[in-house]
């Protein structure tokens, strides 16, 4: 069977993948032979899984005596999945040494020079640390599978068994990924552990999260959670291959945080104009609102035209996916009764706050949307550009879904969107889309910088080009969309569907 590539992966030729392996089992010896990171692996794999046994045989015969063992059959799952997770947590720590570990222990000039490429080099160190802790992972579920039918006489469903096996696999791989990304940009195994944060924090709350789903038995959810992570394997590697450099690895000294330096720099891409900004020996102009407007705005749309069509094509099928939902879950009749709509409704919602619902006043609206966009380029930077376009398509299938409950009692769609939605929407919806594309180019630029440029000079370039865009264009049109939301918009609506 013909093998398929990861997306966003090139699929590397056999020559490669041999050659890589020869690196995997050269590291997999040097970890068989480390006691310090064989002992916690064997003690998790042999002990953990017969502690989580008697743990899940007296929650069973617990939870029998009051007549919920649905409570029981659900916390088994939960179990498994965890320890099949503590074993791969070791992956990290061996995947954070891979490089920075050698270049401590003054092995990393004879490794570097090896006759293989840098993806030969880079697949064989990610398969040497993923490889023994996955190992540990496998058995240790086997070991409570084991236990558990001699015990209790359980037996899991195939597709349970099967999504958990994947789902350690794929979180072991994101871990190892990531943290191999990290030991190839730093000096130190220091800073390295210290950036692990980035990595620990966010599984963290994906196995809150998982937990959750396995309690409520959305197992379903459980299959777009694993394509998911597999998805950001994908992009980890092509990262990792993108940025792997070995000239970098050999002359880089030491770590400093030069607050002077990184502050020169932003400096030089925010007053520079867009189309020099990555000429640095251009001289830095004084600012200029009004070049900033007239040469370095449109500029940068232009520039930037990719990313705004994917975030607009984004907003329409999330338009199109609400409606789609709405006759599944019908809204409480007369719920949206438009019949008589009077204007003591909107004179009643000045001021009030409903829900998650921002206040209902010109500040409290722009404050609200400026924030959600603003929020949404920081989680950029720990998403690769994801959580931006979430945060964008949540709302929008909101209102597709609410076009689509006003169809079920026969009004127009077409209607409601242009009372509700188009007056302040033509400021609005453009702003929230040039927001979220210039917010994607962040986390898009640590993935893969732009040519010439490192990582760091890549994020502060894209980080000054968002600065621009948001201060003198996405501001200004929230703001407006605001006054027209709460002072145009409910006119508009009224005279439509005002009795």
Same mark, same amino acid.
């Given at each position: 069977?013909?093998?398929?590539?990861?997306?966003?992966?090139?699929?590397?030729?056999?020559?490669?993948?041999?050659?890589?392996?020869?690196?995997?089992?050269?590291?997999?010896?040097?970890?068989?032979?480390?006691?310090?990171?064989?002992?916690?692996?064997?003690?998790?794999?042999?002990?953990?899984? #017969?502690?989580?046994?008697?743990?899940?045989?007296?929650?069973?015969?617990?939870?029998?005596?009051?007549?919920?063992?649905?409570?029981?059959?659900?916390?088994?799952?939960?179990?498994? +999945?965890?320890?099949?997770?503590?074993?791969?947590?070791?992956?990290?720590?061996?995947?954070?040494?891979?490089?920075?570990?050698?270049?401590?222990?003054?092995?990393?000039?004879?490794?570097?020079?090896?006759?293989?490429?840098?993806?030969?080099?880079?697949?064989?160190?990610?398969?040497?640390?993923?490889?023994?802790?996955?190992?540990?992972?496998?058995?240790?579920?086997?070991?409570?599978?084991?236990?558990?039918?001699?015990?209790?006489?359980? +037996?899991?469903?195939?597709?349970?068994?099967?999504?958990?096996?994947?789902?350690?696999?794929?979180?072991?791989?994101?871990?190892?990924?990531?943290?191999?990304?990290?030991?190839?940009?730093?000096?130190?195994?220091?800073?390295?552990?210290?950036?692990?944060?980035?990595?620990?924090?966010?599984?963290?709350?994906?196995?809150?999260?998982?937990?959750?789903?396995?309690?409520?038995?959305?197992?379903?959810?459980?299959?777009?959670?694993?394509?998911?992570?597999?998805?950001?394997?994908?992009?980890?590697?092509?990262?990792?291959?993108?940025?792997?450099?070995?000239?970098?690895?050999?002359?880089?000294?030491?770590?400093?945080?030069?607050?002077?330096?990184?502050?020169?720099?932003?400096?030089?891409?925010?007053?520079?104009?867009?189309?020099?900004?990555?000429?640095?020996?251009?001289?830095?102009?004084?600012?200029?609102?009004?070049?900033?407007?007239?040469?370095?705005?449109?500029?940068?749309?232009?520039?930037?035209?990719?990313?705004?069509?994917?975030?607009?094509?984004?907003?329409?099928?999330?338009?199109?996916?609400?409606?789609?939902?709405?006759?599944?879950?019908?809204?409480?009749?007369?719920?949206?009764?438009?019949?008589?709509?009077?204007?003591?409704?909107?004179?009643?919602?000045?001021?009030?706050?409903?829900?998650?619902?921002?206040?209902?006043?010109?500040?409290?609206?722009?404050?609200?949307?400026?924030?959600?966009?603003?929020?949404?380029?920081?989680?950029?930077?720990?998403?690769?550009?994801?959580?931006?376009?979430?945060?964008?398509?949540?709302?929008?299938?909101?209102?597709?879904?609410?076009?689509?409950?006003?169809?079920?009692?026969?009004?127009?769609?077409?209607?409601?969107?242009?009372?509700?939605?188009?007056?302040?929407?033509?400021?609005?919806?453009?702003?929230?889309?040039?927001?979220? #594309?210039?917010?994607?180019?962040?986390?898009?630029?640590?993935?893969?910088?732009?040519?010439?440029?490192?990582?760091?000079?890549?994020?502060?370039?894209?980080?000054?080009?968002?600065?621009?865009?948001?201060?003198?264009?996405?501001?200004? +049109?929230?703001?407006?969309?605001?006054?027209?939301?709460?002072?145009?918009?409910?006119?508009?609506?009224?005279?439509?569907?005002?009795?």
């Amino acid at each position: 069977m013909m093998a398929v590539a990861a997306p966003g992966v090139s699929r590397p030729p056999r020559r490669s993948i041999a050659t890589a392996l020869v690196i995997t089992r050269r590291e997999i010896k040097d970890s068989l032979r480390d006691w310090r990171i064989m002992m916690p692996i064997v003690i998790l794999t042999l002990v953990f899984p #017969a502690l989580m046994n008697v743990t899940a045989r007296l929650a069973v015969n617990w939870v029998e005596q009051y007549n919920a063992t649905i409570v029981g059959e659900r916390l088994i799952p939960f179990m498994l +999945m965890i320890v099949g997770f503590f074993p791969i947590s070791f992956s990290l720590v061996i995947a954070l040494e891979t490089f920075v570990g050698e270049k401590e222990r003054n092995s990393i000039e004879p490794l570097l020079s090896m006759p293989v490429t840098d993806l030969e080099l880079y697949l064989g160190k990610i398969l040497a640390a993923l490889v023994v802790p996955l190992g540990a992972s496998y058995l240790g579920i086997s070991i409570y599978l084991v236990g558990l039918y001699f015990s209790i006489d359980w +037996m899991p469903d195939i597709r349970l068994l099967a999504q958990i096996f994947l789902l350690t696999t794929a979180e072991g791989l994101v871990m190892v990924s990531g943290a191999v990304v990290i030991s190839s940009q730093t000096t130190s195994v220091r800073a390295a552990n210290l950036l692990a944060s980035f990595i620990i924090i966010p599984m963290a709350f994906l196995l809150q999260g998982e937990s959750i789903l396995l309690f409520w038995g959305e197992y379903d959810v459980i299959w777009a959670i694993i394509v998911a992570l597999l998805i950001v394997d994908a992009i980890l590697i092509r990262m990792g291959v993108r940025i792997f450099n070995r000239e970098e690895i050999l002359a880089r000294e030491m770590d400093t945080l030069n607050l002077r330096t990184i502050w020169r720099d932003f400096k030089g891409y925010f007053l520079r104009p867009a189309a020099q900004a990555l000429n640095r020996n251009a001289p830095s102009p004084k600012f200029n609102v009004w070049q900033m407007w007239r040469r370095d705005i449109p500029w940068l749309l232009r520039a930037n035209k990719v990313p705004i069509r994917i975030v607009a094509g984004l907003l329409l099928l999330s338009v199109g996916l609400g409606v789609l939902i709405a006759p599944r879950y019908p809204l409480p009749p007369g719920s949206l009764d438009l019949s008589n709509l009077s204007a003591e409704s909107f004179e009643r919602l000045e001021g009030t706050r409903i829900g998650f619902l921002p206040t209902f006043s010109v500040m409290g609206v722009f404050s609200h949307n400026v924030r959600v966009i603003f929020v949404s380029a920081v989680l950029a930077v720990f998403s690769f550009g994801v959580m931006p376009l979430i945060l964008l398509m949540i709302p929008m299938v909101a209102v597709g879904f609410f076009t689509g409950a006003v169809m079920l009692p026969g009004y127009s769609p077409w209607v409601f969107l242009a009372a509700f939605i188009v007056p302040h929407g033509l400021f609005e919806l453009p702003a929230a889309v040039i927001g979220a #594309a210039f917010a994607l180019r962040i986390g898009a630029a640590l993935m893969s910088p732009p040519e010439g440029l490192d990582v760091g000079q890549g994020f502060l370039l894209m980080l000054a080009n968002f600065v621009k865009i948001f201060v003198f264009l996405v501001i200004p +049109m929230l703001l407006v969309a605001a006054f027209v939301e709460i002072n145009i918009t409910p006119q508009i609506a009224f005279r439509i569907y005002g009795g």
